[in-house]
């Protein structure tokens, strides 16, 4: 049984930042891609960042592209999402995924696991 567990989240200020750490445990099968993505209430999950099983490529939503960072430890079985200026929009629940078999970073149906969330809230 693959378990995510997200953590990290908070109040901050508009152009403050927020490191979320997202822990996989239990038996992978092997490598596995890794992604995040908010949601909000009444509104689909949404894509933020993802990073490939070897950490060499990674995807971004336009609307975090030169805020964010998507990094991850694979001896520690750990990926982080490094939150930069942060804005009120960026306000939501905050979800790691993981998958690994065939991958689309950007879509949130094709994901096999997922963490409970964590909530960060932008404050103006």
């Known amino acids: 049984q693959i378990q995510l567990e997200e953590s990290g989240g908070g109040l901050v200020q508009v152009g403050g930042s927020v490191s979320l750490l997202c822990v996989v445990s239990?038996?992978?099968?092997?490598?596995?891609?890794m992604g995040w993505f908010r949601q909000t209430p009444g509104k689909e999950r949404e894509f933020v960042a993802a990073i490939n099983l070897s950490g060499g490529n990674t995807y971004y939503a336009d609307s975090v592209k030169g805020r964010f960072t998507v990094s991850r430890d694979n001896a520690k079985d750990t990926v982080n999402l490094q939150m930069n200026n942060l804005k009120p929009e960026d306000t939501a629940v905050y979800y790691c995924?993981?998958?690994?078999?065939?991958?689309?970073?950007?879509?949130?149906?094709?994901?096999?696991?997922w963490g409970q969330g964590t909530q960060v809230t932008v404050s103006s």
């Open positions: 239990g038996r992978t099968g092997g490598p596995y891609h």
């Open positions: 995924g993981l998958e690994r078999g065939v991958w689309y970073p950007r879509l949130w149906d094709k994901y096999d696991y």
